[in-house]
């Protein structure tokens, strides 16, 4: 059977990425650990599974939570769950804050027994001897290290949250969802009645007598890309007058009881599906909760409608934001996609104008992605004669980044300072570079953890470019807030050991990054020399880091290259001189995927195949 895996993306400056998923599968921590001590090597699977254990109480461990302390609140005021378990894991300090954080971030993603143990490590490291448990433990130094929460009533008020949830679905049957395929088709497709008489398991659904539909599995279909020897579908034969579907609702074991599932804390969910082009409108639904005791299915329905204009095999994915409310009638609650209780899925087709074969596998729930850095990109509108760094579709719609040679661009903080960074080698602007540092503070580069790599080697270069105004902007420097200096500090340190390219012979996505934004600086080509360098590890699939620094460098390159044309030739000029046939091949990709009627988003199926296949095979 198919089972492609997810790739989650977050843009950091725009034209690059960082796989979240990966970076839960792979980080490895200095100080969290598993109970049975082992180092914690695959985040996700150890935090879902209530195994982490932070054990680091050094110096360092200390220094490090202190420093990102504000950062870790900001992703927890903001709900960036995975975002703030691997901060956590990878600072490993023991502290009851870190844990509570565990907790929520668990709660949150519906892993409640892994929430139960984080929120009874908290209290536990809350009371652990050599630990002052006075009310104002908080306060250190004069100094609310707790940032607002109150211990130890929050994580109990965690743990009596987890109690009556995990109390509400035993008496409910309700099951906590797991991500990956929940169905596919292999084991038949079973039917049965509840106490009431309604029909559960595998049915179907038609408008009247005279449409037809058989639903059947089979192994004699067309082939699923990546399929397994023997793979079972599911088949639905079908002449819809008016409308026509398949519904799964889901059964016990025994097929006399409903058993609504929690697909809270996720983010979708996918299926398979082969087209046949005709242009037909096609749904699917989810069936939300439904009043209990009830002698009619009386399930919420929301809705997600797409047109049936490809042929063969497709993925097809669906986000919960895009699903719409359905009412048929049916007596059912009207409260909103609550997804604490899914009760079922369905598929159907309207008029089809005669017979035919539609095929499916793998319905597929998918994790919660992190959540992307929001940038204002408000169109001009035609009466402005001034334009705005953030105006940018117009901007490249006008002649790509060439056009910000002769506009007049005006910087109005933070939401201009994205675009202002990443043309700023277009049309260098050092009078400008003083609102960019005052900026700095309120951008993503401060407030997202591990986020600074782009905003260090751009002043890098900014700094190494202009010496002379150097004495201005560290006394502008020195009234910043602590974080924000530090990234500055760095930068110019890094300036002062000539450049990123003298950091080290570094292989990862966060090195990518930096690369790019001493690009943007500079326009210096022998930083895209080093992105195409970084090309031939994507054959890699030993190391799982290699791997994800060259899928990363091409992605960003092919998306860098459809607006900044240097970029593009560059990509043409190492072509043209490559010796080695394999990276002249991996160029040629890149470029193809760069093209105006290509998109360079579709290169992620095949890394997310790659990395699932590594998971599977226990690889990575």
Same mark, same amino acid.
């Given at each position: 059977?198919?089972? $492609?895996?997810?790739?989650?993306?977050?843009?950091?400056?725009?034209?690059?990425?960082?796989?979240?998923?990966?970076?839960?599968?792979?980080?490895?921590?200095?100080?969290?650990?598993?109970?049975?001590?082992?180092?914690?090597?695959?985040?996700?699977?150890?935090?879902?599974?209530?195994?982490?254990?932070?054990?680091?109480?050094?110096?360092?461990?200390?220094?490090?939570?202190?420093?990102?302390?504000?950062?870790?609140?900001?992703?927890?005021?903001?709900?960036?769950?995975?975002?703030?378990?691997?901060?956590?894991?990878?600072?490993?300090?023991?502290?009851?804050?870190?844990?509570?954080?565990?907790?929520?971030?668990?709660?949150?993603?519906?892993?409640?027994?892994?929430? &139960?143990?984080?929120?009874?490590?908290?209290?536990?490291?809350?009371?652990?001897?050599?630990?002052?448990?006075?009310?104002?433990?908080?306060?250190?130094?004069?100094?609310? &290290?707790?940032?607002?929460?109150?211990?130890?009533?929050?994580?109990?008020?965690?743990?009596?949250?987890?109690?009556?949830?995990?109390?509400?679905?035993?008496?409910?049957?309700?099951?906590?969802?797991?991500?990956?395929?929940?169905?596919?088709?292999?084991?038949?497709?079973?039917?049965?009645?509840?106490?009431?008489?309604?029909?559960?398991?595998?049915?179907?659904?038609?408008?009247?007598?005279?449409?037809?539909?058989?639903?059947?599995?089979?192994?004699?279909?067309?082939?699923?890309?990546?399929?397994?020897?023997?793979?079972?579908?599911?088949?639905?034969?079908?002449?819809?007058?008016?409308?026509?579907?398949?519904?799964?609702?889901?059964?016990?074991?025994?097929?006399?009881?409903?058993?609504?599932?929690?697909?809270?804390?996720?983010?979708?969910?996918?299926?398979?599906?082969?087209?046949?082009?005709?242009?037909?409108?096609?749904?699917?639904?989810?069936?939300?909760?439904?009043?209990?005791?009830?002698?009619?299915?009386?399930?919420?329905?929301?809705?997600?409608?797409?047109?049936?204009?490809?042929?063969?095999?497709?993925?097809?994915?669906?986000?919960?934001? =895009?699903?719409?409310?359905?009412?048929?009638?049916?007596?059912?609650?009207?409260?909103?996609?609550?997804?604490?209780?899914?009760?079922?899925?369905?598929?159907?087709?309207?008029?089809?104008?005669?017979?035919?074969?539609?095929?499916?596998?793998?319905?597929?729930?998918?994790?919660?992605?992190? *959540?992307?850095?929001?940038?204002?990109?408000?169109?001009?509108?035609?009466? !402005?004669?001034?334009?705005?760094? !953030?105006?940018?579709?117009?901007?490249?719609?006008?002649?790509?980044?060439?056009?910000?040679?002769?506009?007049?661009? !005006?910087?109005?903080?933070?939401?201009?300072?994205?675009?202002?960074?990443?043309?700023?080698?277009?049309? $260098?602007? $050092?009078?400008?570079?003083?609102?960019?540092?005052?900026?700095?503070?309120?951008?993503?580069?401060?407030?997202?953890?591990? &986020?600074?790599?782009? #905003?260090?080697?751009?002043?890098?270069?900014?700094?190494?470019?202009?010496?002379?105004?150097?004495?201005?902007?560290?006394?502008?420097?020195?009234?910043?807030?602590?974080?924000?200096?530090?990234?500055?500090? &760095?930068?110019?340190?890094?300036?002062?050991?000539?450049?990123?390219?003298?950091?080290?012979?570094?292989?990862?996505?966060?090195?990518?990054?930096?690369?790019?934004?001493?690009?943007? #600086?500079?326009?210096?080509?022998?930083?895209?020399?080093?992105?195409? =360098?970084?090309?031939?590890?994507?054959?890699?699939?030993?190391?799982?880091?290699?791997?994800?620094?060259?899928?990363?460098?091409?992605?960003?390159?092919?998306?860098?290259?459809?607006?900044?044309?240097?970029?593009?030739?560059?990509?043409?000029?190492?072509?043209?001189?490559?010796?080695?046939? !394999?990276?002249?091949?991996?160029?040629?990709?890149?470029?193809?995927?760069?093209?105006?009627?290509?998109?360079?988003?579709?290169?992620?199926?095949?890394?997310?195949?790659?990395?699932?296949? *590594?998971?599977?095979?226990?690889?990575?």
């Amino acid at each position: 059977m198919n089972k $492609p895996g997810l790739l989650v993306v977050a843009p950091i400056i725009k034209f690059y990425i960082i796989l979240i998923f990966i970076a839960l599968a792979g980080c490895a921590s200095t100080g969290s650990y598993t109970p049975e001590g082992n180092r914690i090597t695959n985040v996700e699977e150890a935090f879902k599974n209530g195994k982490v254990r932070l054990t680091c109480k050094s110096f360092s461990c200390v220094s490090a939570y202190g420093y990102n302390g504000h950062k870790l609140k900001e992703l927890h005021d903001n709900e960036m769950w995975h975002d703030l378990v691997i901060s956590v894991v990878n600072i490993g300090f023991n502290i009851d804050l870190a844990y509570y954080y565990l907790g929520i971030s668990a709660e949150k993603l519906g892993n409640y027994d892994a929430a &139960n143990i984080y929120y009874t490590l908290a209290l536990a490291a809350y009371i652990s001897p050599g630990r002052d448990s006075s009310p104002d433990r908080c306060k250190v130094l004069f100094i609310n &290290n707790c940032l607002g929460f109150v211990f130890p009533e929050d994580a109990q008020d965690g743990l009596e949250r987890i109690k009556h949830i995990v109390e509400e679905n035993n008496t409910t049957g309700i099951q906590k969802a797991q991500a990956g395929v929940f169905d596919d088709f292999d084991s038949g497709l079973r039917v049965g009645k509840d106490h009431y008489g309604n029909l559960i398991g595998f049915i179907t659904f038609r408008d009247s007598a005279s449409s037809v539909i058989n639903i059947s599995t089979t192994s004699d279909h067309p082939q699923l890309p990546g399929e397994e020897d023997n793979n079972q579908v599911l088949q639905l034969d079908l002449d819809a007058k008016a409308w026509a579907g398949v519904l799964h609702r889901f059964e016990n074991a025994a097929v006399d009881t409903w058993t609504p599932r929690d697909w809270r804390g996720f983010d979708g969910f996918s299926f398979w599906l082969y087209g046949n082009n005709t242009n037909k409108y096609l749904f699917v639904e989810i069936l939300d909760n439904r009043k209990s005791r009830l002698a009619s299915h009386g399930a919420e329905l929301y809705t997600y409608t797409f047109t049936d204009n490809f042929s063969g095999w497709k993925l097809i994915t669906v986000p919960f934001e =895009e699903l719409a409310r359905k009412e048929i009638g049916n007596d059912a609650p009207n409260d909103g996609l609550g997804l604490s209780a899914v009760h079922g899925w369905a598929f159907g087709t309207l008029n089809t104008g005669g017979s035919i074969t539609y095929y499916i596998d793998d319905f597929k729930i998918l994790p919660l992605k992190s *959540q992307p850095i929001s940038v204002d990109r408000n169109l001009l509108s035609p009466d !402005r004669t001034d334009l705005r760094y !953030r105006d940018m579709d117009l901007m490249f719609q006008l002649g790509g980044v060439d056009a910000f040679k002769t506009l007049h661009l !005006r910087f109005d903080g933070v939401e201009d300072l994205e675009l202002f960074m990443q043309t700023y080698y277009v049309n $260098p602007r $050092p009078d400008l570079i003083s609102s960019a540092i005052k900026s700095l503070p309120k951008s993503a580069f401060v407030k997202r953890p591990n &986020n600074d790599g782009g #905003a260090v080697a751009f002043f890098s270069e900014v700094f190494t470019a202009n010496s002379a105004m150097m004495p201005k902007w560290e006394r502008e420097i020195t009234k910043l807030d602590k974080t924000t200096k530090a990234i500055l500090e &760095n930068a110019i340190m890094v300036s002062s050991k000539g450049g990123v390219l003298k950091l080290g012979d570094h292989h990862s996505p966060a090195m990518n990054d930096m690369y790019w934004a001493a690009f943007f #600086a500079s326009g210096n080509k022998a930083y895209v020399d080093r992105l195409i =360098e970084e090309f031939k590890n994507f054959d890699e699939r030993k190391d799982q880091n290699l791997f994800m620094s060259g899928g990363s460098a091409m992605w960003s390159a092919a998306w860098n290259a459809t607006r900044h044309q240097v970029v593009k030739a560059k990509l043409e000029e190492a072509k043209t001189s490559a010796e080695d046939r !394999r990276m002249r091949e991996l160029i040629e990709r890149v470029l193809a995927l760069a093209r105006p009627d290509s998109n360079p988003d579709a290169f992620n199926d095949e890394l997310r195949a790659i990395i699932q296949k *590594q998971h599977e095979a226990g690889v990575w």
